[in-house]
């Protein structure tokens, strides 16, 4: 199967509010050969305040963000047909199930495509990120890493690389960024086969699923708080919501649990460590086999037979996982609860459901419709969060082409996202303005003159924009 190795540089971190506005991408074969190549950029969408740090980062300049030909939504449009037209593949990035792929998916969902591109159609995904974390825990001689300035391993693309002699690319540039992840997936596959191979087992749900199913126990890695920690567990049973892998830590014996009563085990499933450890089977987790737990030294203490009793004692026991399944539901429907309670943004809402075959027969239609004539179809429209984003998509497009009752909507709406003085988000002007002063008096102590000339037109970008919405 091919792999699409892509990255996305983006105008913050927050998916919701912030947009992607560079994007890399390269499909290879399975040997990492380049098949075809994508690179684009965009300009900045109406109403957007960036995040100066970001834009820093990622080298953009305030022309690049002003001036680039392509709009938010030619570019989301261009990629998208790219992508389709390579096929079915494996989406690889760096940090991407976390990052890039939230910016993707929201992208998408906002101008009306189906968001689940990398997992339907054939289609798969995986994180480099994770590999290589899961590969210091199995094989630390493998991949170097390096130590930030506080003496801690520093997972970050533009420091692995270059300390594994991976130097010609551009850092923090979406195709630098994707050619560098591509190196290091293909010296990890030299250099750790049997992880690399592993990592393809469980690059969508069903396969991760059935490799879960087919090991009484297996190896799998967590991170938090920037530390990788490995676990050896036994599947208990399937979350009754979310579907994920509920797991036995085997570190536990499962006699001190097996007979509690339900509120005793919901007061031990909820203490910390936690002996039931969740494995998203939906996010590509690195699974490993029966013969990596010599690797794990947290475990040493406990014979492989013993591990092997306390999984039996697991796999036997039907009433302990009823009851299991019986306090996950609790706290999910209690969690649900609370969400439907809170109020939230339309932008913030992909997760909550799915557009039925009307509405995606209405986006079909939509797409294909002449700017003059989308807004007569956004009107056939049932869900409000697709009518508001057609609007949005019209008004940022073609603007004149709304009722002027619309269009005045828009614009307030804007003007009371950007100019709140809340804590939001999304970026508002006054952070924005506040950044741009942290920023300066930091460059301006290490004599940075380019960085400060960047931080100027910044805040000039930024008056811009406020003089636009200041009246309404």
């Known amino acids: 199967m091919n792999y699409i190795f892509y990255d996305f540089e983006t105008t913050g971190r927050e998916s919701n509010w912030d947009q992607i ?16 190549k994508f690179e684009a950029r965009c300009c900045l969408r109406p109403g957007l305040i960036p995040y100066p740090q970001a834009i820093l980062v990622n080298k953009s300049s305030v022309k690049d963000l002003t001036e680039t030909s392509l709009s938010h939504f030619s570019l989301i449009e261009l990629m998208l047909k790219k992508f389709k037209s390579w096929g079915m593949a494996i989406y690889i990035g760096y940090n991407s199930i976390s990052f890039d792929e939230e910016f993707l998916r929201k992208s998408l969902f906002k101008n009306l495509f189906d968001p689940y591109l990398t997992i339907n159609n054939g289609n798969k995904r995986s994180d480099l990120l994770n590999i290589i974390r899961a590969n210091h825990a199995y094989y630390p001689d493998n991949i170097k890493i390096p130590l930030n300035e506080k003496g801690k391993l520093s997972f970050k693309l533009d420091q692995v690389a270059p300390f594994n002699g991976i130097n010609d690319f551009s850092a923090h540039d979406a ?8 190196k290091l997936a293909e010296l990890i596959k030299k250099k750790s086969p049997e992880l690399w191979e592993a990592s393809l087992l469980t690059t969508n749900r069903e396969d991760t699923n059935n490799t879960i199913k087919n090991n009484k126990i297996f190896c799998i890695t967590e991170t938090f708080f920037g530390k990788t920690m490995p676990f050896i ?28 009563k339900q509120e005793s085990l919901e007061h031990f499933m909820s203490k910390s460590p936690k002996i039931i450890r969740s494995v998203r089977s939906n996010k590509s987790p690195i699974i490993m086999n029966l013969n990596h737990i010599s690797k794990i030294n947290q475990y040493k203490h406990i014979s492989k037979k013993e591990l092997l009793r306390r999984a039996e004692i697991i796999n036997s026991n039907t009433e302990f996982k ?25 932008e913030e809402t992909i997760y909550h459901s799915f557009s ?22 956004a009107n056939k429209f049932k869900d409000e969060r697709n009518y508001y984003f ?15 009752s619309i269009y005045n909507n828009i614009n307030r709406s804007i003007a009371k996202q950007i100019f709140s003085s809340n804590d939001e988000q999304w970026n508002t002007i006054p952070k924005a303005y506040k950044e741009i002063d942290d920023l300066r008096n930091k460059y301006e102590e290490e004599n940075d003159e380019d960085t400060l000339d960047n931080l100027n037109n910044l805040n000039n970008l930024i008056e811009a924009i406020e003089k636009k919405y200041q009246d309404e």
């Open 390 to 404: 057609s609007e949005r998509l019209i008004y940022e497009e073609n603007p004149s082409l709304l009722p002027k």
């Open 21 to 36: 506005i560079q994007v890399g991408a390269v499909l290879t074969n399975s040997d990492f050969q380049e098949i075809d």
């Open 233 to 260: 567990v036994s599947l208990l049973c399937f979350h009754p919501r979310y579907k994920w892998a509920q797991c036995f830590d085997l570190k536990n014996d499962p006699e001190d649990y097996i007979n509690l």
């Open 322 to 346: 009823k009851m299991v399944e019986n306090i996950l539901e609790k706290q999910a429907s209690e969690k649900e609860e609370f969400i439907s309670q809170e109020d939230i943004n339309y």
């Open 356 to 377: 039925n075959n009307h509405e995606k027969i209405v986006m079909e239609e939509f797409h294909l419709a002449s700017w003059e004539d989308k807004i007569k179809v």
């Open 175 to 182: 195709i630098g960024d994707t050619i560098a992840t591509i």
